[in-house]
């Protein structure tokens, strides 16, 4: 079963210029159309048709800057996992889900298996703000329990692709 978070593009798979473009472009994705056709062998007509038809598809999700959350003051990283309360129905669950979603803090939210329901990544200026959605999610009334640690320190981080690897971008079976 896909995950929903893959590419929608199902219906077309990737050939290698496609793997190579998303390779080049991950660790630049400023780069020059012509920069791009050189690397690759193409017309810059044929790069500029594949990058429409990977945003199409939605394998190329979006292009951004890779902002330093302590450079904003956000230097409070915190997970929480969360157990819903098994009578609070699937109407409170998208409450919660709803008021995850519209917090600025939130930086994903995970269904897992296991003992709990979800597990929410949040990045904020101090361990208030991290009561203050403690509560908000309390005041819903579908929260069971909820178990949350704070980030003492990064010891590896990836976030998104990219960079990406080009082991992350190979085929199936290739080797």
């Known amino acids: ?3 929903r978070g893959g590419a929608r593009g199902a219906g077309k798979s990737l050939d290698a210029t496609d793997r190579a473009l ?3 472009l991950s660790t630049d994705g400023r780069r020059s159309g012509a920069d791009l056709a050189k690397e690759l062998g193409l017309s810059r007509q044929a790069v500029a048709e594949r990058i429409k038809d990977l945003e199409r598809r939605k394998v190329i ?3 951004r800057a890779d902002v330093d959350p302590a450079a904003l003051g ?3 990283r915190a997970q929480i996992r969360l157990a819903m309360l098994g009578s609070a129905g699937p109407g409170r669950e998208r409450d919660v889900v709803k008021l995850l ?3 600025p803090l939130v930086r994903s939210v995970y269904r897992v298996s296991g003992e709990d329901c979800f597990v929410v990544q949040l990045v904020c ?3 208030a703000d ?3 959605l403690l509560a908000q999610l309390a005041a819903t009334r579908a929260v069971q329990s909820s178990r949350t640690s704070f980030v003492l320190e990064t010891v590896v981080e990836k976030g998104g692709l990219g960079p990406l690897e ?3 971008v190979r085929a199936e079976g290739e080797p």
């Open 1 to 3: 079963m896909a995950d």
């Open 101 to 103: 979603a519209q917090s």
């Open 74 to 76: 956000l230097g409070v």
């Open 61 to 63: 999700r979006g292009y």
């Open 22 to 24: 998303l390779l080049a």
């Open 130 to 132: 991290v009561n203050r």
């Open 166 to 168: 080009p082991a992350l």
């Open 125 to 127: 200026r101090e361990i």
